[in-house]
């Protein structure tokens, strides 16, 4: 089983950043899919979710508005495009799975399956 994040980055404030995360060895499209990021000196932090069909998503308040989920079932690919980025959206940014058409899991024992993480930092 594999999570492979890429397309993190540095970033000015009000830009944009597309995230992504190639899943393989399992079967993609029966897990509920997360990004969940950490930043610098905090805990880890839910940002959003998407069920295995991709019918439902929902966004920590602070990225609703700015940030998009979605994914390509097809591809075993999941997205994070990220818009109007502040510095607080700086961290590590993690894809994980969860066998479950829908869910969105706050801890880490929620999920199955994690990436080792993609860096964002948003800075002038």
């Known amino acids: 089983v594999q999570l492979v994040e890429s397309g993190g980055g540095l970033a000015q404030p009000g830009g944009s950043l597309r995230l992504s995360c190639a899943a393989s060895?399992?079967?993609?499209?029966?897990?509920?899919m997360s990004w969940v990021r950490r930043a610098p000196g905090k805990g880890l932090e839910w940002v959003s979710s998407?069920?295995?069909?991709?019918?439902?998503?929902h966004y920590v308040d602070s990225v609703k508005g700015r940030f998009t989920i979605s994914q390509d079932n097809a591809k075993n690919t999941l997205y994070l495009q990220m818009n109007s980025l502040k510095p607080e959206d700086t961290g590590m940014y993690y894809c994980a799975a969860v066998f479950a058409y829908y869910s969105r899991g706050l801890y880490a024992d929620d999920y199955n399956y994690w990436g080792q993480g993609t860096q964002v930092t948003v800075s002038s």
């Open positions: 060895g399992f079967r993609f499209s029966s897990y509920s």
């Open positions: 998407i069920a295995s069909d991709g019918s439902t998503t």
